[in-house]
Nanobody, 117 residues
C-alpha cells in the first residue's frame, strides 16, 4: 500500500548541487525509517543516508558534510540535498522505506544522477 517515486536527478558538473525528492503515497503511518541508496554502474547498491522516526539521521562517510536528508511531513516527501558533487557520486539513486513493525520494505524505481568532470 506504499508507493515511492523519486525525481530530481539529472546531469550536473562537479561542484554543483541537486536535490532529489521522494514522494510517498499510500499508508505511510507505519513507515519508521526512510533511506537513500545509490548504485553506480557495475557496483553494489550502497546506503547513502538514513532518516529514522524522531529525526535521527546517518550518512555514509563518503557524503558526510555534502549531503543532507530531510522530510516534509506535510508534503509526504523525503529529500536528499546534494552539494559539492563529485564524479564518483554518479549513480542511480533509490528511495527506500522500511516498516519496522512488519519487517516490510518498499523501493522506488530510482533516478539517475550524472556528475561530469
Amino acid at each position: 500500500q506504499v508507493q515511492l517515486v523519486e525525481s530530481g536527478g539529472g546531469l550536473v558538473q562537479a561542484g554543483g548541487s541537486l536535490r532529489l525528492s521522494c514522494a510517498v503515497s499510500g499508508n505511510i503511518a507505519r513507515i519508521t525509517i526512510m533511506d537513500w541508496y545509490r548504485q553506480a554502474p557495475g557496483k553494489q547498491r550502497a546506503l547513502v543516508a538514513t532518516f529514522s522516526t524522531g529525526g535521527t539521521t546517518n550518512y555514509a562517510g563518503s557524503v558526510k558534510g555534502r549531503f543532507t536528508i530531510s522530510r516534509d511531513n506535510a508534503k509526504n516527501t523525503v529529500y536528499l540535498q546534494m552539494n559539492s558533487l563529485k564524479p564518483e557520486d554518479t549513480a542511480v539513486y533509490y528511495c527506500h522505506a522500511y516498516d519496522l513493525t512488519r519487517d516490510v520494505t518498499y523501493w522506488g524505481k530510482g533516478t539517475l544522477v550524472t556528475v561530469s568532470s
